[in-house]
């Protein structure tokens, strides 16, 4: 075996090989006859229309405002400072909770603003708001 010299069974390969392609696209071809059809087949039926959305529940909303002498009313009615951390815990104990809005004058003392909202913290209200005036 001399190195210069080339047998006739290494000649180089002039074509391409066209079994692995046709075998590819064999599958492909089997792939969407079987595909096809199942997309295509369907009952043509005219379905009704309905919306299927939860109903939400909107919260109530309380009002506890703070006058300027430091006196709280609930939903515009007086309430002594007793009855504010009971009604405050009947209140967090209902499903969906209510939020609360304090409206507090502003020439009352923040200690009245401040004890309102701890009472609300200790009766577990979790969605407490502030109601001010936009500034002219």
């Known amino acids: 075996m001399a190195f210069g010299t080339q047998d006739d069974t290494d000649e180089v390969m002039n ?3 066209m079994t692995p392609l046709v075998d590819v696209m064999l599958v ?12 295509k087949h369907a009952v043509p039926v005219d379905l009704p229309r309905a919306s299927n959305e939860r109903e939400v529940v909107k919260p109530e909303t ?9 006196k709280y009313f609930w939903n ?5 400072d007793e ?3 009971p009604r405050l815990q009947a209140e967090a104990r209902k ?19 401040a004890q309102a909202m701890s009472a609300a913290q200790r009766a577990g209200v979790r969605k407490i708001g502030f ?5 002219q």
């Open 15 to 17: 074509e391409i090989n």
């Open 28 to 39: 492909l071809l089997i792939i969407f006859i079987i595909t096809v059809p199942v997309m």
């Open 62 to 70: 309380i009002r506890l405002s703070v006058t300027a002498d430091g």
């Open 76 to 80: 515009e009615s007086g309430i002594s």
């Open 83 to 85: 009855e504010l951390e």
């Open 95 to 113: 499903n969906p909770q209510p939020d609360l809005h304090i409206r507090g004058d502003k020439d009352v003392r923040y200690e009245r603003v």
């Open 131 to 135: 109601v001010t005036d936009p500034a």
